[in-house]
């Protein structure tokens, strides 16, 4: 029988739920080398949190994060709140010994990443692991893009084509949520999805942004405050009371890398059609990729090699030989969102258990921060050019 | 707190890992007038099936299915063995009134299938219910083209076009495993995927099939034996001894429906590149409609109401009002393969709490397997007409 | 200057424009042998023939096909009139000494199409050629499926599956023209469109149809007369008078070939939402190909080889090392229905020039013809098993 | 019969070839209120454009484009020659009372574009115009979009997001052509291929850029010269002399739009595997529209208003009721590249004919001349935001 390792989380929102599941989920499919314990789950409404509790699988809860990591059965953190309480948390959670996972994107400035990346760093001298969720790193058909640069089948690469289309906000009665707000979210479509284009970029691409020219734009202004919050929209009304929207609805950037590549990047949740487009393609001189999370298992590879019959390969990235699928079902039987957010805790239990930086880490995640912090700098400066 | 409904399974390859994860899930995700209890795991080999136990989730093992029929702890049988034993497990777990879950296809042969469902109405008389596991109606794309059919959208049904492509037998060297021996499995593609197809089309279209003309083909006569199994396909040699493939490699029919629609349906595990490629297409008078399980969250409408530009839509299955959807993530975040078998037991545990007949039942299952066999006997005799 | 090569061709609706502008183009963009000239067109009208011919660029007319076949300045009868007529003309001009390029299908029985046979092995034999008319082996992303089969990058192979899915006919309106006739066209969708996917599968896939079994079927049994007609479906009413369609509406088939590959065909012009849905899949067991008209300039190609990270290729066949492509536009420029055509010209110029038979020969349209009459006697017999 | 318009052109390349195809098959498909009459080729040297005229269908050839602008029996100057001579060749044709067709980009800088404009502006007030050939505008996809745009089917617009991809460069061998000489043609991928998406997304949004931030990017400096041009990318070699490339290989750039929208533009002859991917999407805050040219015959359209089961229908643009469509096949039989050339014809003579202006006129071309001119601009001071 493994040894365990007591998780205490916090928040039970979307990504509480999807981070619940992963701890149940993935000692069923994967051997793990520690058996992670869902020890007690911590929010501020103590009915709230017990039920939410109860129905994610949780043995007990509390409604303090402080005595959460006060507490000797928490081994782990998972932080599952808005930015604006990741870099508090996080650095008394290593502070105190325990490993911590956080969601994306790091921080809500630069500055609090940096603290949190020290405080990583310090911990991991005695240690204790942090590591920041950008799970679409997870997803199968992503790694396997990894592999095929790692690899070096593409070549130099020359162009990175990044988008995350989202539509929920194209409805200007869609509500003011946490998300719209600068004070809790940190920015809106930039760090919310631009931050998980800017890292699966820069990991597939094994690259990294050196500068950046930004436009970024609030297209609707105000928003009904105080509806209920469902699924990520929300359900708002065009009669009652708005409030300022403080944050940007889309953000639009070009990007050079250190390799020579050049990049176009896009964040939005107003194309309207697109639900969760977050795509990236790379051409390299002898050969490209091309990924669109709508098709989720899916990866396009396209081979110069092939010669005068190249086109682009649909993979479907569920064989045995590819990344985390043996584990799942036969080929053709396709993964969902929620899967890599077991990968992710698969590899943190790995990582943890040999006692080996899990990435990316907080230093993976600061380089994003970075980034996200030039271009509201380029966006905020005539779009100019803005190096990270 | 919800009274508990208590579990027995039997099996534990590929389809008791699928059960499992679904037992285990559906009451993280939505909320069940039940609570499943995963109390035993039954299977031959005590140290396989109290290992698998462990695994997957199941609070005990034992290694005879009688046994656990037996156990007064038990509520509901789930079989997840191969066909040449369900008929016998699920009318004695209905005689002893258990609840039954039955994988497909329902038997071996019409004759077992007819004692099954005779079976299943007398239980049902008491109360007790049995269902066959059809999952693939639980795929929302699928669900949401039998709404649209429902509602009266496609008008006259045309054409039925269906296919269950796979690959994994081209590889000549490709092992004998059970699902190749007809004495175990009933037949090969026909009732593996076939079924499934089946199924499917009678009940998106809302009609059945009055009569085929079929044609079957083994192309590889003689596979290897021995090998390790892993995955559908499993690990052969071509140096050593070879058996008998005694089921179909692929199965191919016309059809008529009893609303005057025609179809064409074909199964075959050896459409290479093809990895489940589980496809419906319904032409009516008003409105198309066509499914590819290998984009699952996908379905694709047209709608002849929307005039010169009308084009099929490719619609994300993944809305709130879509069905089984809004219990999980927001729309674009797409759902794997087994989220089927969740809604399956999602559906199963509301209908025993409200005393319903879930769906579908033996008799539904008794459809298909009559299609079966009428395929195989036209298939049998120079393809001629067949009534079924 | 090349020597020419003079032109008589007879009808000029759909097909007749389309053979037109083939003339037309073909010695602007290949280098060919022979000049064709464009003698005289022949229609019954002599106004309409007279305008025809001016706009579709025909230096002469002529109001009775015998006297075109007259003609010294005439060497080649280019037939594009409906198939009752094509054994007469066809026969008439080659034992006239003029070539013969007639419109699929060859004709309306096997046994015209015998006599035409006969008749072109006949005048074969005095350097006098016949050819017929199924343009789509050389749409270039067909032709390309046909040299990687020819290759034998597919190696044995195990499925064919073709499908021509229209949608013109689904109103119940759609007026009564000429197709719907039995006396005129032959058949309705089996000999219009049934019989390309006959001729492109047993082509690409270099193999014969030895046996089929068949349903087919007459979903709406009269529709109004006298509509103008416009298009392929042209224009009727729901209150005029009806008269009976008396040709199918759809035709199912499996079938099996004589290298112990297994098929299916679907023809049908009632499959709402599909246009022009030319597909053909071949399955090997090294390789499989995939093409759908709809998607003209596509070849999908899956090549095991390829290996963990294989996937069908979308290859675009439009590249300098495709066939015909490069006489055309540069690689991604896509080609349209009309250019497979000219390609016809092209190879029927050069094979004249060069003394060589051209395909298909009458002799190959011959084969598809028992294949139709084959459907037809199945369908009629309870879809009995019957040889080609 | 209709009166005849006199047609000189010059250059005889790639664009000479369309042209030519455009006015020989224009008036077999169209009725056309002028009969285009090829009267006259223009070319340098004697033998090559005499063979070129007969064998493009031009009835008499010149090789001094001055000559061909004295000629009486000339109406139309159709210029298909590198960027450089435009300004020259149209502003004496215009003045010389000769209508115009000049190819794309309209010049090679801002200045000249201004000349021609305003050259252009004083012929129309004698009734002698002048057209931009942004073939795009006429495939029947695009227009469609178009259309779909003005009649308010959008709503106001969020998005627009261009690309043109290419990889015929990508080759580090492939030679040193025209078209990679700034003094000849101006710019590299911007000029070429980034004016077709900066035009159509204009056009096609109707709406006008107001400012853009950009980078350019040559990535290969030198390139064999002296290789024999074949297609776009001709054939080099590695071991000759190089010269310098002195125009870009990738020009990105942001954009703000008249109306409020953001736009991202790409072009690239870069992009390993996309070989003509010409790219178009608008995100309106009702409805979004998706094109992209290798798959020229399709438009996606996805409309807000078809509620939950809305989703990007795939419109096959070939409807009689879509733009220029009627005039070529039935529905689904698509069309080709050069079939915008033909309508870029029927415009045009409609145009002439009913003494309109034909769009785009040189007055719209020179909005895109600013617009490549800014976006140069824009990469040469730190990508500074750079109004229009």
């Not at 998300?179 to 809790?184: C, F, M, T, Y």
């Not at 790379?282 to 396209?302: R, T, V």
């Amino acid at each position: 029988m493994s040894e365990s390792l007591n998780v205490g989380m916090i928040g039970y929102a979307f990504m509480g739920a999807a981070h619940s599941h992963a701890w149940r989920t993935a000692p069923r499919f994967f051997d793990l080398p520690l058996a992670p314990r869902m020890t007690a789950l911590a929010g501020r409404d103590p009915e709230r949190v017990a039920a939410a509790a109860t129905k994610l699988g949780w043995d007990s809860s509390e409604t303090d994060w402080r005595r959460l990591i006060e507490r000797d059965d928490v081994d782990l953190i998972d932080i599952c709140v808005p930015g604006n309480l990741h870099a508090e948390i996080a650095i008394a959670a290593l502070e105190a010994g325990k490993h911590v996972l956080c969601e994306k994107p790091l921080a809500n400035s630069v500055e609090e990443a940096e603290q949190m990346t020290a405080a990583a760093e310090a911990a991991k001298a005695k240690g204790v692991y942090a590591m920041c969720g950008f799970s679409y790193r997870r997803t199968p058909a992503l790694s396997l893009a990894k592999q095929l640069v790692e690899s070096g089948a593409l070549g130099p690469i020359r162009h990175v084509r990044a988008q995350y289309l989202q539509d929920w906000l194209t409805d200007e009665n869609a509500p003011l949520t946490w998300r719209l707000d600068k004070s809790l979210s940190g920015s809106g479509s930039l760090g919310d999805i631009g931050a998980h284009i800017i890292d699966a970029a820069q990991w597939v691409a094994g690259s990294s942004i050196t500068g950046v020219s930004a436009i970024m734009e609030t297209f609707v202004k105000e928003r009904p405050v105080g509806g209920d919050f469902v699924g990520l929209g929300g359900v708002g009304g065009s009669d009652g009371p708005k409030g300022p929207v403080t944050v940007d609805d889309a953000a639009l950037f070009t990007a050079r890398f250190d390799d020579g590549a050049v990049g176009v990047f896009e964040a939005t949740r107003f194309a309207l059609g697109r639900k969760n487009a977050m795509r990236l393609e790379i051409n390299g001189a002898k050969a490209s990729l091309a990924f669109d999370f709508e098709d989720m298992n899916s990866l396009w590879f396209y081979d110069s090699a092939d010669g005068p019959n190249s086109g682009f390969r649909k993979i479907q990235a569920t064989e045995p030989e590819h990344p985390y699928t043996g584990n799942w079902w036969p080929v053709g039987h396709g993964l969902g969102y929620e899967h890599a957010f077991t990968h992710q805790v698969v590899d943190l239990v790995g990582a943890i258990a040999n006692g080996e930086q899990p990435t990316p880490s907080f230093a993976d995640a600061l380089r994003v921060q970075r980034v996200l912090a030039a271009v509201e700098a380029s966006a905020g400066d005539e779009s100019r050019w803005t190096t990270v």
